[in-house]
């Protein structure tokens, strides 16, 4: 089953890795999940610019090097490894909208 991580490294938007003004993480009805999409947000505005999700294989492997190469606290990786290998249920492309909306469980 794909995860957050499989969906911010496969998913692009021409041909560009999605801006976190893109990505809307929301329930299967479609209403926005304010907590999860902020800490998505929070990854890859932050976060991702120390790393290039193309070089890695899994959301371990991406903490690890953000643990390498960030001064960010344990539970704020913590934080990004559970959003990061949270299950989605689908995806839905909102063009005239301008955005990507993961669907999740939560």
């Known amino acids: 089953m794909p995860t957050i991580f499989t969906i911010l490294k496969f998913v692009s938007v021409n041909h560009q ?6 990505v809307i993480i929301t329930d299967a009805t479609g209403k926005p999940n304010g907590l999860l ?12 610019l120390f790393v290039n ?10 903490v690890a090097k953000l643990h390498e190469h960030t001064p960010l606290p344990n539970d704020v990786l913590d934080e ?4 990061l290998t949270e299950p989605c249920f689908g995806l839905n492309v909102a063009p005239q909208k301008d ?5 999740v469980h939560r």
């Open 17 to 22: 890795p999605m801006a976190s003004s893109q």
């Open 37 to 48: 999409s902020d800490l998505v947000h929070d990854l890859i505005n932050d976060a991702l």
């Open 80 to 83: 990004y490894g559970k959003i």
């Open 99 to 103: 955005t990507v909306e993961i669907v």
């Open 53 to 62: 999700l193309a070089d890695l294989e899994t959301p371990e492997e991406l």
